[in-house]
């Protein structure tokens, strides 16, 4: 084994990410991942940091034929199992998510344009444009709604079950087979470009989304009708925004998922076993309850882009707490 799976095998088992790793040695997350991807070797003084913070011997660090350490230190994670996952498991799994992300990526899509026939339906007849009874209009525009967000459901449902399997890579320690970091590395500095790129243009557009509005307001203010035209835009941009933030997303986190980094380093894991199911229960619960009570749809939609920034924060504060 050489050093740089040696240092991976190490970190991971210590429950460490890049960062973390990297704070501990005083260095940039960025010559870690040159270490561990053989891109460099650690100079004299962190190899010696690095065999005093991983309790081995600079002879297991440095020499290629020794393939067991005498100890790895567990004092900043719960010692626990880590599960092996091969290089067949790890290709299924990519291929998995590479397969998901369109389905999750247009059923999110949907969700966010449900309400847009609701909108549009009522505006016009409120307008007199529609020659339909507001009661027609609000019942159809429901139809329809319901029929985007329960064709966005089969399609999470679906791919949820496809990738039940692949659940124990999300939370639990992994101890993947040599050659599976290096491949997954390579991956991601090919796709990184991309990637970083499609965030850009996703939230772009997320941010740009209001000026339909502004521009139709100043345009024909005076007619509510064209008020509700701009919300419509602003749905339909901020859903072809975050449509191409998730597609991308979806295949980077499974990168991420096997190399333990970002939001599956193994604290990450443990916080999310305690609090995902419990927070994500509470929240449709709650969505439900407040839909069905008020019968406003058009408007109760609002709470998954809050819930999915709360879920964020929590997660960071669980970090936090974990350190």
């Not at 081995?56 to 599960?83: G, M």
């Not at 590479?98 to 847009?116: D, H, K, N, W, Y």
């Not at 035209?229 to 602003?234: D, E, N």
């Not at 443990?270 to 449709?284: A, C, E, P, Q």
Request: charged residues 20%; hydrophobic residues 50%.
């Amino acid at each position: 084994m050489i050093l740089a799976d040696k240092i991976i095998d190490l970190r991971k088992k210590a429950g460490w990410s890049q960062e973390e790793l990297a704070e501990k040695l005083g260095v940039s997350r960025q010559s870690v991942s040159k270490w561990e991807g053989a891109q460099s070797i650690p100079d004299m003084n962190k190899i010696l940091q690095l065999s005093e913070l991983f309790g081995v011997s600079t002879d297991y660090l440095l020499k290629d034929s020794l393939e067991a350490a005498e100890t790895v230190p567990s004092q900043d994670t719960d010692a626990e199992d880590a599960t092996f996952v091969s290089m067949e498991e790890a290709n299924a799994f990519l291929s998995y998510k590479a397969e998901s992300a369109p389905r999750i990526a247009l059923g999110v899509l949907l969700c966010i344009l449900s309400p847009i026939a609701l909108f549009l339906l009522g505006g016009a007849q409120e307008s007199g444009r529609l020659a339909i009874t507001e009661m027609q209009a609000a019942m159809i525009g429901l139809i329809v709604l319901l029929l985007m967000v329960a064709g966005a459901v089969l399609l999470f449902v679906l791919t949820g079950m496809k990738g039940s399997k692949f659940e124990y890579l999300e939370k639990n320690a992994l101890d993947t087979a040599y050659g599976v970091s290096g491949m997954v590395r390579e991956r991601m500095q090919r796709e990184e470009s991309d990637h970083t790129r499609s965030i850009a243009v996703g939230v772009v557009l997320c941010v740009l989304a209001a000026i339909p509005l502004f521009v139709l307001l100043l345009w024909r203010g005076e007619d509510e009708f064209y008020g509700v035209l701009g919300v419509s835009a602003i749905l339909t941009l901020a859903a072809v925004g975050v449509h191409r933030i998730v597609l991308t997303s979806i295949p980077w986190g499974g990168y991420q998922v096997l190399l333990e980094q970002g939001d599956y380093t193994r604290t990450a894991k443990r916080s999310n076993r305690k609090y995902s199911g419990i927070y994500w229960g509470v929240v449709v619960a709650a969505y439900l309850a407040v839909s069905f009570v008020t019968m406003r749809w058009d408007r109760t939609w609002i709470v998954w882009p809050v819930a999915g920034v709360l879920y964020g924060v929590l997660m960071e504060i669980g970090k936090l707490r974990g350190k």
